[in-house]
Each structure stands twice: as C-alpha cells, then as structure tokens.
C-alpha cells in the first residue's frame, strides 16, 4: 500500500512538475507551500526562495491576487482569473487562473491549489485578430474614399470651371475697381483742393481773429486813455469848480468893494459938495467975519474925516487880488494896487505915470476900450491880455469907469482888471479834453464797428460754408436716395447672373455715397454747434446686439473673428441717443473690419459707475488689425486725418469718421481714447454717461411679412421730387397698394376732397405748402385722422418734434428702407381698418379722369414706341421750365413773358391729348395777357393750366415708365 501510495506520489509530483503550467498550493494563511518547476521559471526565483512567502508577492496587481484568492476560499473554486506575474528580472507574463480548495481526508479546508495558463500567446492571438478586423474595415473606409475621391475630383473639375468663369469675371470687377480707384483718386484729389481752400479760409479766419484781437487791445487801451482822460476831466472841473468859487467870491469882494468906492465917490461929492458949501460959507463968514472962526474950526474935522475915508478906501484896493488902475484922462497911470505891480513885475514907482496902454499885448485894442470907457462912461468884462516884464502873459477881463472930480468933471477912469488866466487855461483844458475824448470815442467806436464787421464777415464766412455743405449733402442725396432705391427695385427683377453684380455694385457705392454725404452733412451740423442728442428710454444690449448683426457678413466673409463681451450689470433700460449710440460704434467697428486681416474683433460694454441717477458706459472696439503708428495717433481724431497717405487708396475713407465720433462723444459728456500699436491691433475705448429712467425702451419695429390679407389700399403720398415719387409709386406698386401722387400739401388737400385714402406719406420740405403745413390742415380743418406718416431725408429731433406736434403718426428716414415702409404702412392701415369696419363709411371714391390721352400721339407716330418716348420725355423736359415762367411772368406782371409761355404750352396740349378746354384757357390767358392789364381771372386761369401740366406730367411719367418696361420685355 504504502509503496503503492508512493510511486502515486511520484507519478503526480513529477505530472505536476512536467506541467508546463505553473501550479502552486497555497496555505490558509496566503503563503506558498508547494510550487513546480513552470513556477519557478516564470517568477525567476529558486523553490526555497518561493516557499513560506506570500503567494501574493509575485503579482503586478497584489491586490487582485488577494481577492482572487480569497474568493476561492469563499466559493471552493475559481476559473479564468486574470491577473499577471512578475518575474524577478522585470518580465511579465499574463496569466489565467484557474483554483480550487483542497481539503484534508475530514474534509477541512487546507488550502488551495492554483494553476495558472500563460495566455500571453493566447492575447496575441487576439490582439492579431482585433487588428485583422480592424484592418478590413479600414480597407472598406478607404474603398469608399476612394469612391468619394472620385466625386471630389469631378466636383474639383466643375469648380474649376467655375473658377476660371469667375476668374474671368474678376477681370471685369478689377477694370471696373481700377476705374472707381481712378475716380477715388479723382475725388482725393477734388478733397485736396477743398482742404487748401478750408486752409486758405482758415488762415485768412485766423488773419481776421488776429486783427480783432489787436483792434480789441486798440480799444481797450483807449478806454483805458479815457478812462484816465475823464478822471483827470474830473479833477479839472474840480478845479474849475473851486476857482469858480474863489472867483465868485472875489466879484461878490469886488462887488463889495465897488459898492463901497461908489459909496466913498458920492460920500467925496457930498463932501466936495459940502466943501463947496462951506467955502461959500467961508466966503461969506469972511464978509460976514464975526462966526469966521467957528467955521474954520468945523471945516478942519471935515478935513480929517476924509482923509480917513480915502485911507479906508485905500485899504480895500490894496486887498484885491485883481489887479486895479487909475489913469488920468491923459493916459498916465496915476494910481494901482499891489495885484497890478504883481501882474507886470513892475514897481509902483515904475508904474506911476507911466502909459497904461504899454503893458496891454494889444495896445490898441486896450486904447480903443480905454476911449470906449471914455465916451459910455463904463465898460464890462472886456477881454485883454496883460504883459509881465519877464513876458509871461495874463488874459484878464476889463471893467472900466470913468471918475469925475469935484466939480463934475472928468478926471480920468479907474480899471479893474480880473485875472481870468486860470479860468481861461481850464476852460481850454476842458474844450480840449472833451475834443479828445470825442474824438477818442470816435476813434474806439470806429475801431468797435470795423471789429464787428469783420466778426460779421468771418461768421458770414463760416455760414455760408455751413449752408452750402448742408445745401450740397442735401441737393446730392435726394438723387442718390433715388439711385439706390431704384437699384433695389431692380434687383428684385429678373436679371442675369451679371446685371445683378453690377447693380449690386452701383447699390454698395451709392450706400457708401451716403454715408460720406450724411458724415459731411453732421460734420456741418457738428460745426453750426446744431448737433441735438435725444433722451429717451432705450436697451443698450439691443441696440449693439442689432448693430453687430449688420456687420457679420463682412466679417464672415473676411473671415475674421467676432466676440461680443456684454457687462450685464449695465441697467437694462437708460435714457440716451440710441441713434448716435449706434453711428459711433459702427464708425468704430466700421474701421476695425476694414483695417483688420486676419483675427479677431472685439466689441465690450462695461459698468464704470453707477450712482441713483446716473450710469457711466465704457464702450470699447478692438481688432488684430494694422494698428495706428504713434506719430498718427494725436491727429487721427481730427477732420480729415488718416494715418498714412496710402490709406485712402488701399482702404478708403476720407478721415471723417473719427472727427464725427469725437464729435457726437464729447457733447454728450464723454471721452473717447485709442491705444494701438503697428502689426498688432487698434483699440478705441469711450465712455457715456446715461441718464436712468424707470420707463420702458421704445419698442423697435418688428418687421411685418408680406400680408395677402390687405388689399384695395390707396395711398397718397404727397413730394414734390419727380424721382421720389416714382420710386414711392413703383414701392407701393411692389406692395399691392394703389397710389396718387401730389406735389405738394395744397395739391394733396384737392385730392383729399374727391377721393378717400387710407394713408398718406407725406414729405416735409416741398413748395407752395409743406408737410407740417399740410398735416395742420387736414387734422384742424377738414378734422381727418387719416394715418400720415412722414418721409424725411434729415431726422432731426427738431423736426421730428415738429412732426408730432402737427399730428402726425410716424416718420420713415429716406433713404426708404421699403421692409420698414411695408411693416409701418400695415401697421397703420390694419389699425384704422378696424376703426373704420366700426365707423361704417360709405368707401364709394369717385376717381378722377386722367387729363392726358396717348391716342394723338400714337396715330401721328403709327405706333412707334421710340418716337412716342421721345416725344413725352420732351414734354416732360419743357413744362415744368413753362410752368414755372408762366407763374413767375404773372407774380412780376411781366405781360409778354406771359403770353409766350403760354403760347408754347398751347401746341403740347394737343400732343398730349389734354382736353381742348385747356387749349380755350391757355389762349384766354393769351388774350388777357395781351391787354396788359391786372385782370381778375387771370390767377385762377393761371392756376388751373398750372394743375393740368402738373397732372399731365405726372401720368406722362408714369406713362413713360410703362414704356419703359414693355420695350424691356
Ligand atoms: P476713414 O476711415 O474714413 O479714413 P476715420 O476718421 O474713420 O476715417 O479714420 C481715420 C484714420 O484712422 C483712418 O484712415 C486710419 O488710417 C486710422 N484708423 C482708424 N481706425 C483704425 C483701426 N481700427 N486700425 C487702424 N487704423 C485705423
């Protein structure tokens, strides 16, 4: 048994140990107990190394082995375990586990045995397989490839034919782009010149200014001269004043003194006449002799009295200042006072007995009044000239009387002399400084009125450059408005693959023309400081959201890059100028597009600031573009101004488009700053204070789709511009709609009384009767609310306040984008409709006739279209220039031109078949105008010729246009 139970020992030690598998007992506790030769191989250790260590040690994944294992315990067995061993020199091999417990013969579990199947080959093998497939199916995408490739090359043949053909066609736009580079050029060219010219004007505005400045310094300085000439009068009248006084007070002296030498002269007659008495007296007393001594007596006091007098009298002449003389009858000096000896320099003793005439600078004159005094027995403020020895000069006034003695007789005369030097001097002094201050006056205002008129010509200057570019931008747009909206119609036509490139050629030019005609026009605008910004509720998130979209195609299509960054933080709503808001950020945009190749733009709003009232906006544009060289970046906000020379060549532009957006930033309480740098982008940046408001954004228009539903609308639309209203007609036309044209508001008020409109697009500026004029009208006085929308060229918020202050519904900004016309005019008819089903009205229009009749015309031409364009487009040339002679020879009472004009109109009427009652008028007026006199009826006769030419005109257009079309076809 036992030998038996041994060689069954060796036979199965030495299967296992043949297996090429390796096969390993495990204890209970994870460590190896038995191991055979295929197990030592793949670990790379010895049997002893391996027994009595963790089984688990041998794996790359120790973990999984441990489960694995404990599994085994867990179920008694375990199959395809996967798991890999780790020889000791690196090398791995994959492995599948196949283990079971083995027990001992009571059937308790002593381990486990585990046998493992290198699967290495067994993963190649599949790995080759997985690959195999792999293979086939690359072999099949590439089979279709090839197929497609197929595809592709025919499709790459028909683009190249594609190619070629527009290769060709390329050709065509390059002439075509070379002749619109000749003509920019041209127009550079044109802008030069009108750039020297506005330099010119500004040089000669600064020469102007720099006059004014002087002419103003010449004023002031004379103001200040006679500032200080009327201080210096005052002081002088001062002193006239003063001396006036002391003059005053010495005639009240002189008076005084005069009164008293009188008194002294009567009190010497009376004495002398007492003197006379008392000799008589004495004569007698001496007869007499008995009371001789008595008398004597008596007459010795008298004696002393009168000398005392005379002393007295003495006393006072001493006093005067003027200068006082007597001067015997002989015309010797025979007594002065000290004022005399003063005014000649000359000594009592000199003085005395010396000719009075000699020291008068005019002696005869002096011995004239002296004789004067003489013969009148008194003279008055003579005027005299007394000489001083050492020459100098005093002007004095003579007074003069003559002095008797005691018998009556003449002794000589007594002269006072008042010294009126001072009084003379100021007098002159005042003459002269008021001369000068006249004249100074004279002068300052001379230089004030030459001031003023050459301000007045230098705004005059600025004015009518102003008004000529608004007139120009406006006189150009009408017929660009035109152009374009033409072009619109016309690609809406059938047309070739060519016609409609070129229209659409002639469409981005003329959209171009406009924008450099409206940049001009605010340029004007900004100028004439008549830049108004709007206030109202907008969203400044719509707003760029909308603008940006109109950028895309381009930017599509130079494949550039478009972020948007939005700071959401902005209020929603604020008040400001969305339609200023939108032109600055296009002109910025507008610029990084055309001066960007290739990367990105971006465009990013963010909250600076945001108080109760008010929120502040950074705006900022940036591209990967050219950029800006540092020497351009101070000029590139001013008018006119590109970086480089080149520019308008390669990119256009005229250098505009900043000088407005400085300008339509600024006003508005912003700044606006550029950073940029050569090769690598550009970024203009401004910010805008906004005004909050709680009010809803006006809501935009949404644009209505085509409506079948609304049919039979007459709408009249009053303009006076032949093209407008041809382009409106053919608009309407497009839209279904009926139209009757009027040239202006009173014309359209006549139509109004015969015929019911639904609408009316009304223009603003036109002859005769504006819009504004004409809405008033049809609102006040014919009480109509018909939906009137206004047409205008310059949305200014004056007008358009004016607008709705008349009555009016809306306005549409021409150039007529015709989606907006269509969505507004449907809006309105929709809306009245509704108004009008409730009203119930009788909708019967009388239609007037048409006044002109092709059949004349058409039978004299045997139908000859060409002929027949020919003739109506002659009519349409010559009448309006005979209309408007017929009214003006009638507004001047030029009789003869009258009869002329309406003589040429007489043989056109047949033509054009207008009836033969306006033949009989036109000749009425002929035969009124012939008597040359003002005739009542005459106006009205007038006026009617004038409506049927206008009318006739209008059909003949219209007429004409239908020509047109048919020949086209
Ligand atoms: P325009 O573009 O009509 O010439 P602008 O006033 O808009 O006139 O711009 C003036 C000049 O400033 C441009 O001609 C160009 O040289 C430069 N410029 C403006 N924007 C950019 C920009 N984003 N990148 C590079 N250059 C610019």
């Keep these: 048994m036992k030998n038996t139970n041994t060689e069954d020992f060796n036979y199965a030690r030495s299967l296992i140990e043949a297996s090429l598998d390796p096969l390993v007992t495990i204890s209970a506790e994870g460590k190896i107990t038995d191991v055979n030769e295929a197990s030592i191989k793949v670990t790379g250790c010895s049997r002893e190394e391996l027994i009595n260590t963790n089984f688990s040690d041998y794996f790359t994944d120790p973990k999984k082995a441990q489960e694995g294992y404990l599994q085994v315990f867990e179920k008694g067995f375990v199959s395809d375990y996967r798991l890999t061993i780790k020889h000791k020199n690196g090398h791995l091999t994959d492995v599948v586990y196949n283990a079971s417990v083995y027990r001992d013969d009571k059937g308790n579990v002593l381990g486990v045995f585990a046998a493992a199947r290198d699967v290495t080959l067994q993963k190649w093998a599949i790995d080759l397989r997985e690959a195999n497939a792999e293979l086939a199916i690359q072999n099949k995408e590439i089979e279709k490839r090839a197929s497609e490739l197929v595809v592709a090359n025919k499709e790459l043949a028909y683009q190249n034919k594609v190619k070629e053909k527009r290769a060709a066609e390329l050709v065509i736009a390059n002439k075509e782009l070379a002749f619109q580079n000749t003509e920019k050029e041209k127009r550079a060219a044109e802008l030069v010149i009108a750039n020297k010219e506005l330099a010119y004007q500004n040089k000669v505005k600064e020469k102007r200014a720099a006059e004014l400045v002087i002419a103003n310094k010449e004023l002031a300085f004379q103001n200040t001269e006679k500032e200080k000439r009327a201080a210096e009068l005052v002081i002088a009248n001062k002193e006239l004043a003063y001396q006036n006084k002391v003059k005053e007070k010495r005639a009240a002296e ?256 003329g959209d171009a023309l406009i924008v450099l005609i409206n940049d001009i026009l605010d340029l004007a605008k900004v100028d004439a400081g008549k830049m108004v910004f709007e206030q109202i509720p907008f969203k400044i998130s719509l707003s760029i959201s909308a603008m940006l979209h109109l950028f895309e195609p381009k930017i599509h299509e130079k494949n550039l890059k478009l972020t948007k960054v939005y700071d959401h933080r902005i209020p929603d709503v604020l008040l400001g100028d969305p339609v200023r808001l939108h032109q600055i950020i296009m002109n910025l945009v507008s610029n990084a597009v055309k001066f960007t190749i290739r990367g990105e733009i971006k465009v990013s709003t963010k909250l600076l600031h945001e108080d109760e009232h008010e929120a502040t906006v950074e705006f900022s544009v940036s591209d990967s573009g050219i950029g800006i060289p540092d020497s351009k970046i101070e000029t590139i906000f001013e008018n006119f101004q590109q970086a480089s020379s080149g520019t308008s060549r390669l990119y256009g532009g005229t250098g505009l488009g900043l000088a407005i957006v400085k300008q339509l930033v600024e006003p508005q309480g912003g700044s606006i700053r550029v950073t940029s740098k050569i090769n690598e982008g550009t970024t203009f940046s401004f910010t805008l204070p906004f005004q909050k408001t709680k009010a809803d954004a006006l809501v935009e228009i949404e644009l209505a789709e085509y409506d079948e539903d609304v049919s039979n609308v007459n709408v009249l639309v009053v303009e006076d511009i032949q093209l407008n209203q041809l382009l409106m007609r053919t608009l309407l036309d497009d839209f279904g709609f009926e139209c009757d044209i009027a040239e202006n508001g009173k014309i359209a008020i006549d139509k109004m009384q015969t015929k019911t409109y639904d609408l009316i697009l009304m223009d603003l500026q036109m002859p005769e009767m504006n819009g504004f004029e004409a809405t008033d009208y049809i609102r006040k006085t014919m009480n109509s609310d018909i939906p009137i929308i206004a047409l205008t060229a310059d949305v200014t918020t004056v007008d358009l306040a004016k607008c709705k202050a008349v009555g009016m519904d809306d306005y549409i900004a021409k150039p007529v984008d015709e989606r907006i016309l269509y969505s507004k005019m449907i809006g309105y008819i929709k809306k009245n409709s509704v108004n009008m089903e409730s009203d119930a009205s009788d909708g019967d229009n009388p239609i007037k006739d048409k006044c002109t009749d092709l059949q004349y015309l058409n039978t004299r031409t045997k139908s000859n279209p060409v002929l027949m364009m020919e003739m109506i487009s002659l009519y349409l040339e010559q009448t309006p220039p005979l209309i408007s002679a017929m009214n003006q020879s009638l507004l001047e009472k030029d009789w003869k031109t009258l009869q002329t004009a309406v003589h040429k109109m007489i043989p056109s009427f047949t033509i054009v078949g207008i009836h033969t009652d306006y033949v009989n008028i036109a000749k009425k007026v002929q035969e009124l105008a012939c008597t040359m006199q003002e005739i009542e009826d005459l106006p009205n006769l007038v006026k009617q010729l004038e409506k049927v030419c206008n009318q006739a005109c209008l059909e003949l257009l219209v007429d004409l246009e239908n020509f047109k079309n048919t020949k086209h076809e």
């Excluded at 008055?380 to 001083?388: E, G, K």
């Design 254 to 509: 002189l008076i005084i003194a005069n009164k008293e030498l009188a008194f002294q002269n009567t009190e010497k007659e009376k004495r002398a006449a007492e003197f006379a008495i008392a000799n008589e007296e004495l004569a007698y007393q001496n007869i007499k002799n008995t009371r001789q001594n008595l008398t004597n007596e008596k007459l010795k006091a008298s004696n002393i009295d009168i000398k005392l007098d005379s002393q007295y009298s003495l006393s006072l002449i001493e006093a005067s200042l003027d200068p006082l003389v007597t001067i015997s009858s002989k015309g010797k000096i025979t007594d002065m006072n000290e004022a005399l000896t003063n005014v000649t320099g000359l000594t009592r003793e000199e003085l005395t007995d010396s000719d009075f005439l000699d020291y008068f600078t005019e002696p005869k004159k002096a011995r004239d009044v002296y004789l004067e005094v003489f013969a009148k027995g008194s003279v008055a403020d003579f005027p005299l000239t007394l000489r001083h020895k050492n020459g100098k000069l005093t002007d004095v006034l003579f007074n003069g009387s003559i002095y008797k003695d005691e018998k009556g007789n003449v002794d000589g005369i007594v002269i006072v002399a008042r010294d009126v030097t001072e009084q003379k001097r100021a007098a002159k002094e005042l003459t002269e400084a008021m001369l000068f201050a006249e004249m100074a006056t004279l002068i300052a205002e001379e230089a004030k009125t030459k001031a003023e008129k050459d301000r007045l010509i230098a705004e005059d200057a600025v004015k009518a450059k102003q008004q000529f570019l608004s007139n120009m931008s406006h006189e150009i747009r009408t017929p660009m408005n035109a152009i374009i909206g033409f072009t619109k119609v016309l690609l809406k036509t059938d047309l070739t693959v060519k016609q409609k490139e070129y229209l659409r050629a002639i469409k981005v030019s």
